[in-house]
């Protein structure tokens, strides 16, 4: 992955998700198309939501968090994450979801072979 620019930014808004934000976080952390960055969004949390993402980005560097002081919802979550990813490619992903391994490699493949579609 280049330092500035991931090929894929898979954003993750995320609203007190403690229950299963950490699964939903490795299962992108462990896809096969590795040149990502994870953009996880809390969106004012009060459980341990934010605490699981700085967990997971102090060992893994593709992990970057951001906050909103106070829950304004999906919208403005998506919203600052489409403002801050800084992949070439954008990935939504719930919080709450579990991804297949091979899910970025087969969608970037699509894409990258279909340049009229992107």
């Known amino acids: 992955m280049s330092t500035n620019r991931p090929e894929i930014t898979v954003a993750m808004p995320a609203y007190n998700a403690a229950a299963y934000l950490r699964e939903a976080m490795d299962s992108i952390l462990a896809q096969t198309f590795e040149d990502i960055e994870l953009l996880v969004v809390d969106d004012g949390s009060t459980d341990v939501t934010l605490a699981i993402a700085n967990e997971a980005a102090k060992i893994d560097n593709r992990v970057r968090i951001e906050r909103l002081p106070a829950n304004r919802g999906r919208a403005t979550a998506r919203n600052m994450a489409l403002g801050r990813a800084?992949?070439?490619y954008l990935a939504w992903m719930d919080a709450d979801d579990i991804a297949l391994p091979r899910r970025?490699?087969?969608?970037?493949?699509?894409?990258?072979?279909?340049p009229d579609v992107h």
């Open 86 to 88: 800084r992949g070439s």
């Open 104 to 114: 970025l490699e087969l969608q970037h493949a699509c894409l990258e072979a279909q």
